[in-house]
């Protein structure tokens, strides 16, 4: 396993942690718009962090995962921020971390469409 794999792996392991964190803490603190997005982000982005960790041993796929997990991080942080702190993260920073998922995914869609399969016949 490579560094860059086990970073994916870690940060996989966090962002779900977060959101079963957050799942729990919007059940208990009534109608939490922002833990409940915080849920969802990480729940959908850790399993597919996952994923790419364990399976990804091409650069495009690596630049996807770590592209993803900055961008889950950034987003749930500042969304964190505004729950916890009533100010986000830094300006911009939602879009910015939406963006950079919204691209990550792009990149893995390009990855399995356009790069050239490897011999082993991964990406």
Do not use: Y
């Not at 939490?32 to 969802?40: D, E, H, K, M, Q």
């Not at 630049?63 to 942080?77: K, P, Q």
């Not at 921020?81 to 830094?90: C, D, I, N, P, V």
């Amino acid at each position: 396993m490579t560094g860059t794999q086990r970073l994916t792996l870690a940060l996989a392991g966090l962002i779900g942690a977060v959101g079963v964190m957050a799942a729990a803490a919007a059940s208990h603190a009534g109608e939490s718009r922002n833990l409940s997005a915080i849920a969802s982000i990480c729940l959908a982005h850790g399993p597919a962090l996952l994923a790419l960790a364990l399976l990804s041993r091409r650069p495009w796929l690596s630049r996807a995962g770590l592209l993803l997990a900055a961008g889950t991080a950034v987003f749930v942080a500042d969304l964190g921020m505004r729950e916890w702190q009533g100010h986000s993260l830094f300006p911009m920073a939602a879009p910015i971390g939406g963006a950079a998922m919204i691209l990550a995914w792009l990149l893995l869609a390009f990855a399995a469409i356009v790069v050239r399969r490897h011999k082993s016949g991964s990406f």
